[in-house]
Nanobody, 115 residues
Framework: QVQLVESGGGLVQPGGSLRLSCAAS????????MAWYRQAPGKQRELVAS???????NYADSVKGRFTISRDNAKNTVYLQMNSLKPEDTAVYYC?????????WGQGTQVTVSS
């Protein structure tokens, strides 16, 4: 079965950086749009960033200029580099793979930004 395994979350101080990774298995990774979503307590899950199979990227306004999404098709992995982190970035971050009407989700990784 398809697996998306996130890693790289943790506790970081405001202004710090983290890099999330999502390793995919059992899918034709290069064909999928890959994305990162996040969900904070009491809030709806929201799209953070996406990267299409051709490399076109899209970002939520709240993270533009601070976060960078990238992919390595040879490693079946998508990354989210997060810089200048703010307390409001605290959430569970989920990896998503999307192709036509098929969505796969990872289990999520916690990111906490706090002093």
């Amino acid at each position: 079965q398809v697996q998306l395994v996130e890693s790289g979350g943790g506790l970081v101080q405001p202004g710090g950086s983290l890099r999330l990774s999502c390793a995919a298995s059992r899918i034709s990774f290069s064909s999928y749009t890959m994305a990162w979503y996040r969900q904070a307590p009491g809030k709806q899950r929201e799209l953070v960033a996406s990267i299409a199979s051709g490399g076109i990227t899209n970002y939520a306004d709240s993270v533009k200029g601070r976060f960078t999404i990238s992919r390595d098709n040879a490693k079946n992995t998508v990354y989210l580099q997060m810089n200048s982190l703010k307390p409001e970035d605290t959430a569970v971050y989920y990896c998503n793979a999307w192709l036509i009407r098929t969505h796969y989700w990872g289990q999520g990784t916690q990111v906490t930004v706090s002093s």
